[in-house]
């Protein structure tokens, strides 16, 4: 089931039709529900040249009770004069009353947040839901992973599947990038790219959704193929490592960061040394999302 039709939501649905997938079911839902049913009439179109058989339709959360997965992107944009305070009270309102609808419909599966602020969120929504720890996940720094192989790939001229390098933290300003544990086939990475070009990469990551934004207005289509991945390893129990946001009893917060993911959810987040000064980085991501979970807690006062 994916809550909320909006570009993130209909780019989720567009990419696991066209990609193969476990996936036998797609139930869109969303607050507009001519919104839900057009997006399931357009998509449809795609499903006889699609590389794998489904079925896509709308309906509510009264569905919910057998769906293996719910991914939720529903929820407000930043609007002219309102500040990220603002925005964050009103996505937690949203996702409660979300969380509540999919409570009173006997859901018991895995909760996948991509609604942004997605680490502060995932952690509410644990909060909420009542759910194990292990089946509430956000879409956490897959992303932001994805384009830094990208961008190494690319300086480095190799396939980025080639590449193993991670973005830690909160999926925003402060994520981190681990470069004392990238490599490609076993080279590290420090040894290959020198110090500008390193700080460039990062920058270039953290940097890349507002450069999106600014031209074209919004992010989605890599977060889409993103979800597909987490949802690959989630039904068919592939346990791939991917950075999701997971909840860390360390911090008690939910951060980016590399965990093992199957049918049960986050089966284990990894323990990955850092430097010293990676350390202290990912300790002010750390306090960063307490103080984003602080702001987005006062929507409940």
Known sequence: MIIGTGNVGASIAYALINQRT???????????????????????????????????????????????????TAGANQKPGETRIDLIQKNARILQEIVTELKANDFNGILLLVTNPVDALSRLALEYSGLPPERVIGSGTVLDTARLKLKIAETLRVHPKSVHAYQVGEHGDSEVTLWSTANVGGEKLINLLNQKERREISQYVKNEAYEIIRRKGATHYGVGSCV??????????????????????????????????????????LEISMTESEGIDFQKSINALKMTLKMASKAKE
């Open 228 to 269: 597909v991945q987490i949802v690959n390893s989630i039904l068919n129990d592939e346990r791939r490592v991917l950075s999701v946001s997971s909840y860390d009893d360390c911090t008690g917060t939910y951060n980016g960061f590399p965990a093992i993911i199957g049918r049960e959810g986050v089966a284990r987040r």
């Open 22 to 72: 476990a996936v036998k079911e797609i139930i869109l839902t969303d607050l507009d529900m001519a919104d839900a049913e057009g997006e399931v009439l357009d998509l449809s179109d795609a499903l006889a040249v699609a590389p794998s058989w489904l079925r896509i339709r709308a309906a509510g959360y009264e569905e919910a009770r057998d769906a293996d997965i719910c991914i939720l």
